[in-house]
């Protein structure tokens, strides 16, 4: 064999071994990539948290409902609010029917991930068009209920949160957080005990957003609501004991689903005609909740 068909021999098999070379490092860092990516809050393959760019949003914030408490508050009365998470759900149609023909004020904290029927994406329809309702933010995927992964990237949790703006059509900045009691208004705080939400809630709160725990939860034990006059009696001795994050206000803590039976429907209008007929309570929406007052 001659020394030219030698060094084109070498020079091609140089080449070959190259271009393989380039070929699985491209494909490690790939592989690398997706695993680095938090799969437990994925909603699939083509849909993340990180589909929506911060810059290619519309600067909607600008004319967002701001929540500054411009409506005056009677020092003489306690003030009751109706929170709703996790719709929109089965029990959506029954609250918002509920609220509107009790003619009273609730906040509905909603999450984009859960409106994936036809059916749902009326019921936040239906929401916006009670002015009984106000809308609300529970953020997107509601962290896939893979707590500890999601507030580990705080940054990304605020991501969430603009998704679901967009998703949702969302023009408020009232949030809550999922499954964290964690409060940031103004310069209030309050963290929940696991305390590892702070970091998002501290970034969420430096742009302009109000995040809301609860003062009081009503939970179902099993599968039975408890009745609505317990719940009735527990808001009115935390609002007589100063138990609340602001004194004389307490925001209650509900979920969608808890409503979705005819029954348990009418055990929410019995709390609501239990606090009507308290003149001394008055039932309001997050929007008027007095971030300014402390």
């Not at 004319?63 to 508050?73: F, G, H, P, S, W």
């Not at 029990?91 to 509905?108: A, D, P």
């Not at 709160?205 to 408890?226: C, F, P, T």
């Not at 009735?232 to 039976?261: A, P």
């Amino acid at each position: 064999m001659s020394k030219f068909t030698i060094y084109k021999t070498t020079f091609l098999f140089s080449l070959l071994f190259l271009a393989f070379s380039c070929k699985n490092e491209n494909s490690s860092t790939q592989d690398a990539s997706k695993d680095d990516t938090p799969k437990e809050i994925l909603q699939d393959e083509n849909d993340t948290i990180y589909s929506v760019k911060l810059d290619t949003l519309s600067e909607k914030l600008d004319t967002l409902v701001k929540n500054e408490q411009e409506n005056t508050i009677d020092s003489t009365k306690q003030y009751v609010y109706l929170t709703f998470d996790d719709g929109p759900y089965k029990g959506s149609k029954n609250i918002n029917k509920i609220l509107k023909e009790e003619n009273v004020r609730g906040t509905v904290f909603l999450v984009g991930y859960n409106a994936f029927t036809k059916e749902l994406k009326e019921h936040v329809e239906d929401y916006k068009l009670n002015p009984n309702v106000d809308i609300a933010n529970h953020t997107f995927s509601h962290a896939r209920n893979k707590y500890k992964s999601f507030y580990s990237m705080p940054e990304q949790v605020f991501e969430d949160i603009r998704k679901n703006e967009v998703v949702l059509d969302i023009h408020s900045r009232w949030v809550r957080l999922p499954a964290r009691n964690v409060w940031r208004l103004n310069n209030r705080k309050k963290g929940d005990v696991l305390k590892d939400a702070n970091v998002a809630a501290d970034i969420i709160a430096k742009k302009q957003y109000y995040i809301y725990g609860w003062d009081y939860e009503w939970n179902r034990n099993a599968e039975h609501l408890d009745n609505p006059e317990k719940i009735y009696e527990g808001i009115i001795h935390r609002l007589d004991q100063n138990k609340t994050f602001e004194k004389n206000h307490l925001v209650i803590l509900m979920h969608d689903d808890m409503f979705n039976s005819d029954n348990n429907a009418e055990k929410l209008r019995k709390l609501i005609t239990l606090l009507k007929n308290n003149k001394k309570l008055v039932i309001e929406g997050i929007s008027n909740y007095p971030v300014r007052i402390s």
